[in-house]
């Protein structure tokens, strides 16, 4: 054996030496390294120990099965079922989409979660769930909880910090129900009012999605993202979701919405990507790539699996060192073949699918993957990574469980005061023949219009379910009674089709409105949703302000062609969707607060100018972006 030594190790003495040091280096790399040590005290459970210090051991011990089940996000109903998968497979985060309302209390939610969590809890390395929702204008999931105006009444105010101050009350009625984690704000840029999302964006302008970006991330996030107030917040869709043309969507049925956004680079930066620069600065922590595609010139690409705008730009130009979610089954959507859009989203940078229902397949065929060599695995790490540092951020090793101690807030009068004055803040004045408006709070009015009671309506869509109700299915002030409660004076007979006589009314108050919808099937021309107003509402305007002096208020996502129905009307007012607290829609009309709004978006004289913006050179609307009259 000493023959082929080198002559330094041929002496018996230094040989033993070396061989000793060698088997001791041998049992301290087994003790260390090898993953699936779970045994001692581990520095990634240490509370004071540097988060990054924190995931480089927890990753160092982890299995690349557990490493893989971190970037998996499954939603409620796939694995309810069967509860020891999450614990088992590692699962990393659930979900349950579309602000759906599993639960009906703070206490039942926190009770589903902490159930999911348990099971986390309980696999090797005791690394907790995150669980996501849509609590996009409040935790619309959550029956008594303010709901706040959708973001283009949001836009239409021209205030961040009211924005911000919705989103903290939203962050604090979200995490005392145990949920950690929403998939809010969206800082698309609406460039097609016919888009089924319009109402998610602050506007046409990204102007206004990088001035409410940063301080709505921060509302939801706050000072201390582990703090019972606080929710992880996410920049979406990364990018240029509002930029789609018409009749480029992939998805069956859909016209404008996951659809294909032609431009040049520079449009793209200057008015998609700006936002999320902002956001990105702001410190959000997770970012969610957008269904759609993006042609820059050289054929549509899908953006999950779109390596140069989410490796590149996204984490490297912007600096972005949280992590990307992909949308709802949107890795599906890369390829036909499973294993090569698996392989391509997360090569281009996606962090966590959010599969959400076949999980087992998602992570056999990631593993695989990785078996293969089709996926690094020092990508999987960098993945994991980022995903951990949230879950350290939000104090999840520290408190898994719920803290429901702020659930008593939850829905109170400052909650929704709060709400009521972004209400009225969004409140935009288009029209005020012989300054009608503010009326006196004493007058006989004749109130008719689908819109005037139906808290579903004045909410929209993301509110107790997916697409919304026309039901009151949360509590709020509909903006019948919020004109009972601002003008108790007044003598207010309502009649929804203005069937009934009107009297001897003095002035008539008539509320259109869209029904309730949401992504594509809210496109305009898509089916049900044409952004027109409805034959109901065109017959009780016609009907009410040919007889008296009347206002009009269009409670809508988006601008709706309403030209023709203007004739005989004296104001005209665009209440967007303002949420369940209708009193902020009375309080300009009667002078408690002034109008003040201004269009977030161009409102179109009819449909088919659109896609028509601020700075077009043909621009020929009813009303221009950012207009708006102001009363004292
Ligand atoms: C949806 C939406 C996305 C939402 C997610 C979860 O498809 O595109 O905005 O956050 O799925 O509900």
Redesign the pocket.
């Known amino acids: 054996m000493g023959a082929h030594l080198p002559p330094a190790l041929r002496r018996p003495a230094v040989l033993w030496t070396a061989l000793i040091a060698a088997l001791a280096a041998a049992v301290i790399t087994v003790l260390v390294v090898v993953p699936g040590d779970d045994t001692g005290e581990a520095s990634y459970l240490d509370p004071d120990a540097p988060i990054a210090d924190r995931v480089a051991d927890l990753l160092g011990r982890m299995t690349i099965e557990e490493k893989v089940g971190q970037m998996t996000q499954v939603a409620v109903p796939a694995i309810e079922g069967v509860p020891a998968d999450i614990g088992d497979l590692g699962i990393g985060s659930l979900?349950?989409?579309?602000?759906d309302a599993l639960r009906d209390t703070p206490e039942a939610w926190a009770e589903m979660i902490d159930g999911f969590q348990s099971e986390a809890m309980g696999s090797r390395l005791r690394i907790p769930l995150m669980y996501?929702?849509?609590a996009?204008h409040g935790n619309g999931a959550l029956p008594g909880a303010v709901i706040f105006p959708h973001n283009i009444g949001l836009g239409a105010a021209h205030d961040p910090a009211l924005a911000a101050e919705a989103a903290a009350i939203t962050a604090a009625e979200t995490r005392a129900t145990g949920v950690h984690w929403t998939?809010?704000p969206?800082v698309c840029v609406a460039r097609d009012s016919r888009w089924g999302r319009t109402y998610?964006s602050f506007g046409e302008d990204p102007g206004l999605a990088v001035e409410y970006a940063g301080p709505v991330v921060e509302g939801y996030q706050g000072e201390d993202l582990a703090a019972n107030g606080s929710v992880l917040a996410?920049a979406?869709?990364y990018a240029g979701d509002g930029g789609t043309a018409l009749g480029s969507s992939t998805t069956d049925d859909y016209l404008l919405d996951q659809g294909v956004t032609t431009l040049t680079e520079e449009e793209l930066r200057s008015i998609h990507l700006a936002p999320f620069k902002a956001a990105v600065d702001a410190g959000v922590g997770s970012v969610?790539v957008s269904?759609s595609s993006t042609d820059l010139g050289d054929g549509p690409l899908k953006t999950h699996g779109d390596a140069y705008l989410v490796n590149e730009v996204l984490k490297g130009e912007l600096g972005f060192d949280g992590f990307v979610v992909s949308?709802?089954q949107?890795v599906d959507q890369v390829s036909e073949d499973y294993a090569e859009a698996v392989r391509t989203s997360i090569n281009a940078g996606v962090d966590m699918v959010?599969v959400p229902f076949e999980y087992r397949r998602f992570i056999d065929t990631l593993l695989a993957e990785v078996d293969s060599g089709g996926i690094g695995e020092e990508r999987i790490d960098d993945a994991v990574s980022r995903i951990l540092t949230q879950k350290f951020a939000l104090g999840l090793f520290e408190q898994p469980y719920a803290d429901t101690a702020g659930a008593a807030e939850i829905g109170s009068a400052e909650h929704r005061e709060a709400a009521r004055r972004a209400a009225a803040a969004s409140q935009t004045l288009l029209r005020n023949d012989d300054g009608l408006l503010p009326l006196a709070g004493d007058e006989s009015i004749y109130l008719a219009g689908s819109g005037a009671d139906s808290l579903g309506r004045q909410m929209g869509g993301w509110t107790a379910s997916?697409q919304g109700s026309v039901e009151a299915v949360t509590e709020g002030t509909s903006i019948r009674a919020g004109l009972e409660a601002v003008a108790p004076d007044a003598a207010i007979a309502y009649s929804e089709t203005a069937s009934e006589p009107i009297g001897d009314a003095d002035v008539g108050i008539v509320v259109v409105a869209e029904d309730p919808y949401a992504?594509g099937i809210g496109d305009a021309g898509a089916g049900a949703h044409d952004m027109r107003v409805s034959e109901a509402d065109a017959a009780a305007i016609d009907t009410v302000c040919a007889a008296v002096a009347c206002v009009v208020i269009v409670v809508s996502g988006r601008p709706i062609e309403i030209t023709s129905h203007l004739a005989e009307v004296d104001a005209l007012v665009a209440a967007w969707l303002p949420g369940s607290e209708g009193t902020g829609v009375a309080d300009p009309l009667f002078g408690e607060t002034p109008y003040g709004g201004r269009l977030p978006v161009t409102w179109p004289r009819s449909n088919d100018q659109e896609p028509m913006n601020v700075g077009d050179a043909a621009y020929d609307p009813l009303y221009p972006f950012g207009f708006g009259l102001q009363t004292a």
């Open positions: 979900l349950n989409g579309g602000s996501g929702i849509d996009v998939f809010a969206c998610e996410t979406k869709h969610m269904f949308d709802w949107g959010m997916w992504e």
